[in-house]
């Protein structure tokens, strides 16, 4: 089954904005840090933001004051707010959570399958 559904990437103008949902499914409880990571073609995979089940954020250097990370802990849900988009934003967008597996009850990693977000005019 899947675990967490992105949702929200396409393609944007450079200086356009777009906003990545990531929900997580029944299958996952007790949700901790969720993130935001990138792929570029020929990159790393790279942490584009981060925050906590307190609300506590961080960025990567290269997304600060353009995008906004926010959690609504009672949707299971984490944002991406992407502002003032640029072609090197271009990626393929993947969410992350750590978060106890409801039937394992186990502490587990969770991936999406990532959401592309294309910046071009």
């Known amino acids: 089954q899947v675990d967490l559904v992105e949702s929200g990437g396409g393609l944007v103008q450079p200086g356009g904005s777009l906003r990545l949902s990531c929900a997580a499914a029944?299958?996952?409880?007790?949700?901790?840090?969720m993130a935001w990571y990138r792929r570029a073609p020929g990159k790393e995979r790279e942490l584009v933001a981060a925050?906590?089940?307190?609300?506590?954020?961080n960025y990567a250097d290269s997304v600060k004051g353009r995008f906004t990370i926010s959690r609504d802990n009672a949707k299971n849900t984490v944002y991406l707010q992407m502002n003032s988009l640029k072609p090197e934003d271009t990626a393929v967008y993947y969410c992350?959570?750590?978060?106890?597996?409801?039937?394992?009850?186990?502490?587990?990693?969770?991936w999406g399958q990532g959401t592309q977000v294309t910046v071009s005019s």
């Open positions: 992350n959570a750590d978060a106890i597996s409801r039937a394992t009850i186990i502490r587990t990693n969770y």
């Open positions: 029944r299958t996952i409880f007790s949700i901790h840090d």
């Open positions: 925050i906590s089940h307190s609300g506590n954020t």
